[in-house]
């Protein structure tokens, strides 16, 4: 079910609410109440948080300051929205938590996934015609062991399909080329992106361009 640009904006601010009440007074907003149903669904989705910092050259760039989601519809599109923030803020172990005086150097950016579907092959070199960049964003699962990448992170770094399926792995913590093992298992999804322009500024539903061929 896709959402409206109006869904969007409520998500990403919702999502920027969250964090600056817990990081300012150390509380976890309650889910909202009076929200169209479509947001009480259960729904996949991922906040992005980037800080906005001026390079040496004076052009102004951003940095991943932290991503956490739940690829898996178990939570309402509200409160996965609410709980994905803040453990994005807080939680991801690639950086230090974010301090109350950084909310107005970072944007947000809310990507609500589709379920993931496993993708069926009969031999993984076959993978990669399974999958388009600018469309797809891949799990790949070993065992208890597994990775995601966003839609948009393949289109980002220039990858094409099998670069992007490596990755997936190495962010598994994986050998990047663990995806042509018959023990993995590689699922695929979609994902509607909605996305500050500047910090606390418009709101945009990102588009990626897809891969030659989908366009």
Not at 177 to 184: S, T
Request: overall charge neutral.
């Amino acid at each position: 079910m896709n959402l409206t640009l109006a869904d969007g904006i409520f998500l990403v601010r919702l999502a920027r609410e969250a964090v600056a009440k817990f990081l300012t007074e150390n509380v976890r907003i309650p889910p909202p109440k009076d929200v169209p149903q479509k947001l009480k669904e259960k729904r996949g989705v991922f906040v992005t948080i980037q800080k906005i910092e001026i390079d040496e050259t004076g052009v102004w760039r951003r940095r991943l300051r932290g991503c956490i989601g739940f690829p898996l519809p178990i939570f309402s599109l509200v409160e996965a929205t609410i709980n994905a923030a803040i453990a994005a803020a807080v939680q991801d172990p690639r950086f230090p938590p974010m301090t109350a005086g950084e909310i107005k150097q970072v944007v947000f950016e809310v990507s609500v996934l589709t379920p993931p579907q496993k993708i069926v092959v009969n031999k993984p070199t076959e993978y990669p015609k399974k999958i388009k960049v600018g469309r797809d964003g891949l799990i790949v699962k070993m065992g208890m062991i597994s990775g995601l990448l966003l839609p948009q992170v393949a289109v980002e770094y220039g990858w094409d399909e099998e670069t992007f399926l490596s990755q997936t792995c190495v962010k598994a913590g994986l050998l990047p080329d663990a995806w042509l093992n018959r023990n993995i298992e590689v699922y695929k999804f979609q994902a509607q992106i909605f996305a500050e322009i500047e910090p606390e500024g418009d709101i945009i539903e990102r588009k990626i361009h897809l891969s030659r061929g989908e366009e």
